[in-house]
């Protein structure tokens, strides 16, 4: 009986192409499209878990069955075009040569038998006004930045073919769009976890990655596919986000320093808020990692400035007058109100956190990592174990605005 080695070495060029490329023949059951009359496909996996080629291979047979024209949506067009479409996993690699698409004008693929799919960025959601589909793969929702927004409008523009329908590839996220989809009739959701694909990956990183991150919560989701709803302990649980009304108030930008300025230093939380009635809104996250002092002082001045903002509220614990002098080189005349922490970061978050129990803090739509850190941010002060630098940012920013001069929690310099 021969061995798999050389079954495939007794086999002709043409043979071996065809059953590389026979999909069907070696995919795990839960990467190949579910039975039933579903509109969306939600396929929740762990990193390697084998998503994005089935999402690649999806694409491939809708394809060859002529369905025109596919939406291909990621995050953004680079992720989109260098993970979907030129990946390891994506589009072009699972082709043979004679079917292979074609890549014309950045943003649209052609097949040899006329088919197209048009390469789209779910970071402009007025981009799916006016466009039709009667198909689309969606990739890493999770993390899209107006995600429902987004979703939405590719909604309104599925509508050719007999049977228009979408697959959403992602790590799960308990965003509102993925709690929207997972609580639909016309969704069908499959789950896959990394081990699940792990004859496909590096034996390094099972035995690095995969045993060092096991059973944790970020391992949980990272690569279990788990949707982690809450961290018990967090002070922010996701119910706490609301939508925030209009800024009829003073308006402040706050940046919480990294020490140092290399690539592997702490971010530099940078957030700007505003007053809105007896409470704020959290206006933008412009939070910056692994640059230059100077370029974190500009990114700040830039909000400051696009925000008509009163004042910047720095905290200087770390750089001292350092931190203003280089707020101060950018641009001079801007306001700075210089403040320092006396407690430990969960005693100035606690206010803050009471004040979105109150419903008294809304957020602007697009802020998924400024929500995703403070619902991670838990006693030991840190996120995911991770500085929490855009929690920071806006405990500074709120506390200005609303709770200024309450308790020994800071003290403004």
Known sequence: MLTPKKEVAALSDEEAEKRFFDWHKWALPKQLPPAGDWTTWLLMGGRGSGKTRA?????????????????????????????????????IAVHPDDDRPILRGGNRLVWPNGVEAWIMTASDPERFRGPQFAAAW?????????????????????????????????TPRPTRLIKRLLADP?????????????????????????????????????????????????????????????????????????????????????????????????LEDATLKGVAPLTWARRAVAAFEAHAADAIVVEVNQGGDLVKNL????????????????????LRAEPVAALYGRGLVGHVPGLAALEDELCAFGPDGKADG???????????????????????????V
């Open 55 to 91: 999402g690649a291979e999806w694409v491939r047979e809708l394809a060859r069955d002529r369905v025109t024209p596919i939406a291909l949506v990621g995050e953004t067009m680079t992720e989109a075009l260098s993970i979907m479409v030129r990946g390891e996993s994506g589009i």
């Open 138 to 170: 969606c990739d890493e929702a999770g993390k899209w930045p107006h995600a429902e927004d987004a979703f939405d409008q590719l909604q309104f523009g599925l509508r050719l073919g007999e049977r228009p329908r979408q697959l959403v590839t992602t």
């Open 186 to 282: 016309h969704t069908v959701t499959v789950r896959m976890t990394t081990v699940e694909n792990q004859a496909q990956l590096a034996p390094q990183f099972l035995d690095a990655v995969v045993a060092r991150y096991r059973g944790t919560v970020l391992g949980r989701q990272e690569l279990d596919g788990e949707l982690i709803e809450d961290r018990p302990d967090a002070l922010w649980q996701r119910g706490m986000f609301c939508e925030g009304g209009p800024v009829d108030g003073r308006i402040v930008v706050a940046v919480d320093p990294p020490v140092t300025g290399t690539a592997r230093s702490d971010a530099c939380g940078i957030v700007v808020a505003g007053r809105s009635g007896e409470g704020a809104v959290v």
């Open 327 to 346: 707020i101060g080189q950018v641009d001079a005349s801007v306001p700075v109100i210089e403040v320092r922490a006396t407690r430990g970061k969960w």
């Open 386 to 412: 991770h500085s929490p630098d855009r929690v920071d940012a806006l405990v500074w920013a709120l506390t200005e605005l609303l709770l200024k001069g309450v308790g020994p929690r800071v003290r403004w």
